[in-house]
């Protein structure tokens, strides 16, 4: 197995469902294609909604991690372990974005994140996939998804909402490898924050990304082509 197809399988992993079940899941009427906001279609696919976040103990133990913050201690930001210092540093970038347009936000915080050191979760962590949280990532760098949700909580701490994010994971088809991205709905059109590109693309814009699911804090979406 190369480490693309690992890759994949590792992301598809935190899923613990398998596409058959997925189908399952929308015959079931557990995911349904209505939703209360509008969302341009992403990468020419149909979203099918489910509130069930269960299946992604990665992305719900990331946010768990995130929101219990009571056990951080003082120490330096030289320290190898997070602490209040590394927090005090993001909030003090957060506060030179306030007052800022949002896209404005947006182009700086996916800039700033994308300073970032690339690090695999296997060299990382020592595991094929593990979804880090933004203190994890300022402290140890990390991978695809590390970025996205760096960039989401940033974005939730500014403010702007829930429903109007997802992280989504995606197949890169020019280098048959997943991948994982945040998309930002604003105004209509999806903005894409990628590690791999400097500035902030329209999706409308990307023709070699097909996306498998999309999930936020409260809902995940499944995509299938159109």
């Given at each position: 197995m190369n480490l693309a197809n690992a890759r994949f399988r590792g992301l598809w992993a935190g899923l613990r469902i398998s596409a058959l079940a997925a189908l399952l899941f929308i015959l079931s009427g557990v995911v349904a294609p209505a939703r209360a906001i509008i969302y341009p279609a992403l990468f020419s696919t149909q979203e099918f909604r489910s509130d069930n976040l269960e299946i992604f103990p990665k992305w719900t133990g990331a946010l768990d991690r995130y929101f219990d913050e009571k056990r951080l201690g003082d120490g330096e930001c030289t320290g190898e372990e997070f602490n209040r210092c590394y927090l005090g540093?993001?909030?003090?970038?957060?506060?030179t974005l306030v007052g800022l347009d949002r896209r404005s936000q947006i182009e700086k915080i996916n800039r700033y994140m994308n300073e970032a050191w690339y690090?695999?979760?296997?060299?990382?962590?020592?595991v094929l996939d593990y979804w880090a949280t933004p203190?994890?990532?300022?402290?140890?760098d990390g991978d695809c998804e590390d970025y996205a949700i760096a960039k989401f909580m940033s974005l939730r701490a500014l403010g702007l909402g829930n429903e109007l994010m997802r992280v989504v994971v995606l197949q890169d088809l020019n280098l048959q490898t997943a991948h994982a991205v945040l998309v930002v709905y604003l105004d209509g059109e999806a903005l894409i924050l990628d590690n791999q590109v400097l500035q902030v693309v329209p999706a409308d814009q990307i023709r070699h990304y097909q996306p498998y699911y999309s999930l936020n804090e409260t809902s995940w979406w499944l995509h299938q082509p159109l």
């Open positions: 540093e993001w909030q003090s970038f957060l506060n690090i695999t979760d296997i060299r990382n962590y020592g203190r994890q990532f300022f402290t140890r």
